[in-house]
């Protein structure tokens, strides 16, 4: 570790000294609490268990499970040895998770006890993992986390660089795969660093930690808290009336909300005749109705922000009411452009591709060098979305790139082309285009439009079952419209844009 250099771990011990006996995590399952003293002790505790096990820097680890203590703690021991986290989303089906673990061959894995019967019948297909660990205390039948805690072995002084590897979080599968998003120490806590100045976050503040800790904001808004000194308040996996309690019996006043999460919060509020009062800060991509209502109940701001797991989760961020439908100025370390097809910046009002650059831009994908070279042309990280800039600075979205189009139902990136795929794969199936359309519960749903083979029938929820089968649920249409002639171009593809015209509604 160099002079200049700064890393989670090190932030830990920052944290551990300058907090020390302040509460750091509360647990809600089992309803126990650490301090920052208590994190940095377990940290370094199972630091010593990896050091022991033979993790070395740039040694990956795969976890799969909901968001407890020891997930958290797993990214801080990490850091300290230079390992790196390989966070996988548990809803997935069992071909992605370990197309993901395969792609990143982790030599340690960590599973929940839910998940672990799914994961050893499958063990021969990953050969990489030298062992196999519980993730939450020692529920399940893997070998003990408590194990690692035991070791005896002592951490020392590591050689782990700020822009050493951190975490890999995979993306939507474009060109039908997922694709591993490298961020560094520096990427993190440079995104962090944003946050708590955004959010002007102290030690007073109290976040609900609800979103996973696989996705990018899942893990980097419980950082942000973390860095600023702030407690996390966990929940392993979200609960409407479970979180307008933890609001009220904590005075939260931090939450990431992507639809429907905000929505339901103030629908249980409102049903249990909660007050969320304390709720000052929500940082998300909700919608414009359920943004008035948190505001008006609570008298609480609502965040706006553009970013990808590709740019550390931010490009820009503001409040919604400077400029409702934006997603806010670019942050402070961010160069945020929209440029043509030649890579010319564009005057405020017209759109373009967003590209940028800057700390908080990622390392690149995960052993997919002819990718990195053509997402970072230019010396621009070319994020496929476009948008406009309007004569104030304020950035509004427009949508993915034809060769980049991307549905977002709840959060989660779905790319069409992985669900037409998996659609093909249906006997009564011709053709199909699978677009995103508003939906009231999602902001955006998944629709499959067909034409059918001759003489074929189909109805919409035997191929919504037959694709929920295949690939995670989520991914899965939310609607499908049969047709007697899919719409084409003069060159036989389909023509996305008169079929969106056409059937873009639910």
């Not at 920052?14 to 126990?32: L, P, T």
Request: hydrophobic content about 40%; proline content about 5%; glycine content about 10%.
């Amino acid at each position: 570790m160099g002079l200049y250099d700064f890393t989670f771990y090190d932030l830990i011990k920052r944290n551990a000294a300058a907090f020390s006996n302040a509460k750091a995590w509360y647990e809600v399952d089992d309803r126990s609490t650490l301090t920052f003293a208590d994190v940095k002790n377990r940290v370094d505790l199972i630091a010593g268990g990896l050091k022991a096990a033979g993790i070395k820097k740039g040694d990956r680890l795969g976890v799969l499970g909901k968001n407890s203590i020891e997930y958290f703690l797993l990214y801080g021991a990490a850091a300290a040895v230079g390992a790196i986290i390989l966070p996988v989303n548990w809803r997935l089906s069992v071909d992605e998770i370990f197309y993901i673990l395969n792609d990143c061959t982790p030599r340690l894995l960590f599973a929940d006890e839910e998940f672990q019967d799914m994961m050893t019948s499958h063990r021969p297909d990953l050969s990489s993992a030298e062992k196999w660990y519980n993730l939450k205390a020692d529920s399940g039948s893997l070998d003990a986390f408590s194990s690692l805690l035991d070791s005896g072995e002592m951490i020392g002084p590591s050689e782990v660089n700020s822009d050493d590897g951190f975490v890999i979080i995979h993306t939507a599968a474009v060109a039908g795969r997922p694709r591993g998003a490298l961020l560094s120490h520096a990427n993190m806590l440079c995104a962090c660093l944003h946050l708590d100045y955004y959010l002007a976050l102290s030690e007073k503040d109290v976040h609900l930690s609800l979103l996973p800790l696989f996705h990018v904001a899942g893990l980097f808004m419980a950082v942000a808290a973390f860095q600023a000194g702030a407690l996390n308040a966990n929940i392993s996996r979200f609960d409407a009336d479970k979180a307008v309690g933890l609001i009220e019996e904590f005075n939260v006043s931090l939450c990431f909300d992507f639809p429907p999460i905000l929505a339901s919060i103030l629908k249980a509020a409102g049903e249990q005749k909660r007050k969320l009062s304390t709720l000052r800060s929500v940082v998300g991509l909700g919608t414009p109705e359920e943004i008035d209502r948190y505001q008006k109940m609570t008298g609480g701001t609502y965040y706006c922000m553009y970013g990808q797991t590709e740019t550390a989760m931010l490009g820009t961020m503001g409040s919604y009411n400077d400029a409702p439908g934006s997603a806010g100025k670019p942050v402070i370390f961010a160069d945020v452009r929209t440029v043509d097809d030649d890579g010319n910046t564009l005057p405020p009002g017209e759109a373009g591709e967003i590209v940028m650059k800057g700390p908080l831009v990622f390392k690149g994908y995960w052993n997919l060098p002819e990718d990195n070279a053509h997402v970072f042309r230019g010396g621009w990280h070319h994020t496929g979305d476009m948008g406009r800039f309007d004569e104030n600075g304020f950035l509004f979205y427009a949508g993915r790139m034809a060769e980049k189009e991307l549905i977002k139902p709840g959060g989660e990136n779905v790319y069409p082309a992985e669900v037409e795929k998996i659609i093909l794969q249906h006997p009564a199936v011709e053709k199909t285009v699978v677009i995103g359309v508003p939906d009231p519960k999602w902001k955006e749903g998944i629709k499959a439009i067909c034409e059918l083979k001759a003489g074929e029938s189909l109805e919409a929820e035997e191929l919504i079952a037959f694709v929920g089968e295949r690939i995670a649920r989520f991914k899965k249409p939310h609607y499908v419209e049969i047709i007697s002639d899919l719409p084409l171009k003069s060159d036989g593809t389909p023509d996305r844009v008169k079929i969106k015209q056409l059937y873009g509604q639910p």
